[in-house]
């Protein structure tokens, strides 16, 4: 389903050194040399410390970055030869939820519904269906500038699924959303698993990968360090906890 080969992505940063201007621009590659596969109707993890490189993959993988060099095949559709055939196969949910704040919560899917061409017999079900899974009937017609995070990011989550996506990423799908909030997306997330579709998320939350992923990607400085299952990554060391094994993993 995803196939990821030599995926990697340079920025410019500033560096110490100070030129005529201020301080130098210095290239870094952000993602280097990513290489991984995903198979069809699972459920991958990317994790990671903060600034490892988990969105920049992900918004390269969802056709929303263009790669330095690299690519990335989603059902062989090449993410840098084809962006529109890719996006319109993802539902992708980036972390900092882009919504209007005038919109309310109903208004606000139909406008992405309709957007994306979809007959409204078709998405005021599928919407139904997400508004009840995700425990938000009681504030469809609250505006997206009144809510709280977690009702936010719900919000997101279903304008991501909207168009019935066959892959979807999601960057941080819980955080944010409180305990409960939590364990009604991990349970969504299995359900999306559940009806076939491949879905790749990342997070800081360790249960949750333990939880639900099939497949566990590790970046750390932009470099893949880990890649498997959740028993491979336990054999790593039998002695330790899943938080224990990456901790040394990423602190290596
Ligand atoms: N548009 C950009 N221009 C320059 N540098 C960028 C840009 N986007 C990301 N970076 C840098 O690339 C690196 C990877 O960032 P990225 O957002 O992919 O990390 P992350 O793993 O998602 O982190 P977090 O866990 O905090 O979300 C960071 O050093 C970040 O500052
Ligand atoms: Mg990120």
């Known amino acids: 389903m995803i196939e990821v080969k030599n995926l990697s992505k340079k920025f410019k940063a500033p560096s110490e050194e100070k030129g005529i201007f201020g301080f130098k621009k210095k290239d870094f590659w ?47 559709i090449d993410v840098r030869k084809d962006k529109q055939a890719v996006k319109s196969k993802i539902g992708y949910m980036t ?77 941080e799908p819980t955080t944010g959303v409180d305990v409960t909030g939590q364990s009604v997306i991990i349970d969504l997330i299995r359900t999306i698993k559940d009806s076939g579709k491949t879905l790749i998320f990342s997070t800081h939350q360790l249960n949750e990968v333990r939880d639900i992923a099939d497949h566990i990607v590790v970046m750390k400085a932009g470099e893949k360090i880990f890649d498997g299952d959740n028993d491979s990554f336990q054999a790593l060391d039998s002695s330790k906890n899943f938080t224990e094994i990456f901790m040394e993993l990423v602190n290596e």
């Open 30 to 76: 952000a993602v280097k040399d990513l290489n991984f596969n995903i198979k069809e109707g699972s459920v991958a993890s990317i994790l990671g410390p903060n600034g490892c490189g988990k969105t920049t993959t992900l918004r390269m993988i969802a056709g929303m970055l263009t790669p330095s060099k690299g690519t990335a095949f989603i059902d062989s």
């Open 95 to 171: 972390n900092n939820t882009s919504l209007y704040d005038r919109l309310n919560v109903l208004e606000t899917i139909k406008f992405f519904a309709e957007l994306n061409q979809i007959p409204e017999d078709i998405y005021m079900p599928r919407a139904e269906k997400l508004f009840t899974q995700l425990d938000m009937n009681k504030y469809l017609t609250k505006r997206i500038a009144d809510l709280s995070t977690g009702m936010k990011q719900k919000t997101s989550i279903v304008r991501t699924l909207i168009h019935d996506p066959d892959l979807i990423v999601l960057d």
